[in-house]
């Protein structure tokens, strides 16, 4: 059975960093594409980074360009995004995703889901 278990969310003032860990039980992530999703209140879930370590491939939504960065740490399963110089459009609920591969931008090209982290940047 996988299992995607996220952390490391939380509340932080604007100009801050979090950093978010999706630990997966189940599956590996030397052959899986993981995506990050967020959802703000009142608005769609939308990409926002993905990697795969087979293909050595990151990608990252505009907007967080500069700011975010996501790595795997194979040893621990463990994927990672680095959240720096945070704003108050941040504010989501951050989802880490798996599917067989590389990562997709589209929701609906993943098989796992966690649970989900808030993330909440005050201005």
């Known amino acids: 059975q996988v299992q995607l278990v996220e952390s490391g969310g939380g509340l932080v003032q604007a100009g801050g960093s979090l950093r978010l860990s999706c630990v997966a039980s189940?599956?590996?992530?030397?052959?899986?594409?993981v995506g990050w999703f967020r959802q703000a209140p009142g608005k769609e879930r939308d990409f926002v980074a993905g990697?795969?370590?087979?293909?050595?491939?990151?990608r990252y939504t505009d907007s967080v360009k500069g700011r975010f960065t996501t790595s795997v740490d194979t040893a621990k399963n463990t994927v990672y995004l680095q959240m720096n110089n945070l704003k108050s459009e941040d504010t989501a609920v951050y989802y880490c995703?798996?599917?067989?591969?590389?990562?997709?931008?589209?929701?609906?090209?993943?098989?796992?889901w966690g649970q989900g982290t808030q993330v909440t940047v005050s201005s």
């Open positions: 995703a798996s599917r067989k591969g590389s990562f997709s931008v589209a929701e609906d090209d993943y098989d796992y």
């Open positions: 189940g599956l590996t992530f030397r052959g899986y594409g």
């Open positions: 990697i795969s370590w087979i293909y050595g491939s990151t």
